[in-house]
């Protein structure tokens, strides 16, 4: 596997969100799961974005998915953290239809979801009536979504094909901070959203108890995957910059105790189940009516009047 020396590296002068300047090293994180390697986080001043600095350009970045303990690229259950993730994901595919219904507007209809994985949420949206596609980076995943819920999964590189207003919802479900060209990519979302269509983002949070609470440890920097790190505050910055506008925000009330337990392990040495739910309930509690505040966050987001 490449090191860090031999991989080609992004370098910001500026914040790759905003554009605002001077940016500031703030933390730096080890890679524990594939890479082994510490990387720096570095701060914008101006919209609170943070960022994975010397992070692999876009032809390097899939070393650092290589590694068959990067769980959202497996379909493995064995260990306790593999587990649990994997019977969260059963409990809240469900609940993600509704919540599509609900923000949408609509019981059905077609639907774009970007880095779809192995197509389980596809499959079950399909199963609800919905006309679905996905784009997913990896081989392997378009092939199993394919072969197991019968999805149409693309590669990236074929959204730029897909006819523009075509889509009602399109959906990144803890994708966006993977992706290189973030306003490029917007830009396509844009193009292909209807005039009426919803924008549904979840990312993860750093401005969270549980994030205050591990620092360096926690889980959901995933460096140098993250390529960066939001905040509402920053997601309205990046939003508005693209012709959109916040809808709403929500908290996915699951995530912090996966992330506090994989923190757990990473500050402790091993999965501390109790002490994982009782930081996860703190996180749950201290953003209580305060969805800016939860461990990661669902932004709905619509088209400005006038944009499209």
């Not at 914008?44 to 690229?73: K, L, V, W």
Request: with cysteine; charged share 25%; hydrophobic share 40%.
């Amino acid at each position: 596997m490449p090191g860090k020396g031999e991989m080609g590296r992004i370098r910001h002068d500026a914040c790759p969100v905003c554009g605002g300047s001077p940016v500031a090293p703030s933390l730096t994180v080890m890679d524990r799961t594939v890479l082994k390697e510490p990387f720096d986080i570095w701060s914008c001043p101006t919209c609170h974005c943070r960022f994975t600095q010397d992070a692999p350009d876009e032809a390097d970045i899939e070393a650092a998915y290589d590694s068959a303990d990067y769980i959202s690229h497996s379909n493995t259950t064995v260990g306790t953290v593999n587990r649990l993730y994997h019977l969260a994901r059963q409990f809240t595919l469900r609940g993600k239809r509704k919540l599509v219904r609900r923000l949408s507007g609509r019981k059905a209809g077609t639907l774009l979801d970007v880095g779809s994985g192995r197509g389980h949420f596809l499959g079950v949206m399909r199963a609800g009536g919905w006309r679905v596609r996905g784009i997913e980076a990896d081989h392997d995943a378009r092939v199993a979504a394919s072969a197991q819920w019968g999805v149409e999964v693309h590669e990236p590189a074929a959204m730029e094909q897909l006819p523009s207003d075509s889509m009602e919802v399109i959906t990144l479900w803890h994708v966006l901070e993977h992706l290189h060209a973030l306003h490029e990519n917007l830009e396509t979302l844009r193009r292909l959203l209807t005039p009426d269509g919803t924008l549904i983002i979840a990312v993860p949070n750093y401005h969270s108890e549980d994030a205050r609470h591990y620092g360096e440890h926690w889980a959901a920097w995933d460096v140098p995957r993250h390529l960066y790190h939001f905040t509402a505050e920053s997601m309205g910055t990046l939003a508005a910059r693209h012709g959109f506008e916040i809808a709403s925000m929500r908290g996915m009330w699951l995530d912090p105790f996966y992330v506090s337990l994989v923190s757990e392990r990473y500050r402790h040495g091993r999965a501390r189940l109790l002490p994982a739910i009782y930081r996860g309930a703190l996180s749950n509690l201290k953003a209580w009516g305060r969805p800016e505040r939860a461990s990661s966050i669902i932004f709905s987001l619509k088209l400005r009047t006038g944009e499209g």
